[in-house]
């Protein structure tokens, strides 16, 4: 059964501080890997994409890895902000679907402290 | 910034009444979909579409319906409200060309039926 697993469920930080994401994922055959940041009441917008030959991408003080041998990922968020506070999902697309199918985890619910 | 649009953003009925939510897209992408999200839970996919005049179910059972007569709108109507159709139902539309199968989220409409 193809799915996506995030960890932890919830995070508290301090403003400037930075943190570390964890996404494991059984999803096959395995296309690519996105992470997107939620806002409350939003949509998700696109953070970084990542294909199977790819084993990092930043964007900005996000920094996405990719190990497609154990099939995990992290998204690292160095020098938090307030505005960081948002659930951050991790989303997975199979290549074997016309669909263009995505497996989605439950986020990691993120909250900085001023 | 993705152009996709959704309205109403909140909408509040009573139960029984029917109801529509609107999604449009101006990126003239083939493929749209529709999730419903609980707050701290996965978006599960509900329906989507392949182009003008194609609808399918998706993973998770819906009593509502969609119609895709325009390739940029995507309206999901449900007949009868009833306070388990309380939910966020986010729209989104992707490309068949890339092969990324990128998928982008309009700002969701957050229904209560009471």
């Known amino acids: 059964k193809n799915q996506v697993e995030q960890s932890p469920q919830s995070l508290i930080i301090l403003e400037g501080k930075n943190c570390t994401l964890q996404c494991n994922y059984t999803v096959s055959p395995f296309s690519n890997l996105r992470w997107y940041k939620q806002d409350t009441g939003r949509g998700p917008v696109s953070l970084t994409i990542?294909?199977?030959?790819?084993n990092t991408k930043s964007n900005g003080r996000y920094t996405a890895t990719l190990d497609a041998d154990t099939k995990q990922s992290s998204l690292h968020i160095t020098a938090s902000q307030l505005s960081d506070s948002a659930s951050y999902i991790c989303v997975v697309s199979d290549r074997g679907s016309t669909l263009g199918r995505l497996y989605f985890g439950r986020g990691t619910q993120l909250t900085v402290w001023p | 910034e993705a152009d996709i649009y959704q309205t109403p953003r909140y909408l509040v009925i009573g139960t029984g009444k029917k109801i529509t939510l609107e999604c449009s897209q101006t990126m003239g992408h083939d493929k749209m979909y529709w999730y419903q999200q609980d707050p701290g839970m996965e978006l599960h996919l509900i329906h989507y579409?392949?182009?003008?005049?194609?609808?399918e179910k998706g993973d998770l059972s819906s009593e509502s319906t969609v119609s895709r007569i325009r390739t940029e709108h995507f309206p999901l109507t449900l007949e009868s409200a009833r306070p388990s159709h309380t939910s966020q139902y986010l729209c989104?539309?992707?490309?068949?060309?890339?092969?990324?199968?990128?998928?982008?989220f309009g700002p969701g409409t957050r229904l209560t039926v009471l």
């Open positions: 990542m294909t199977f030959s790819e």
């Open positions: 579409s392949y182009g003008v005049n194609s609808t």
């Open positions: 989104a539309s992707g490309s068949t060309s890339g092969g990324n199968n990128e998928q982008f």
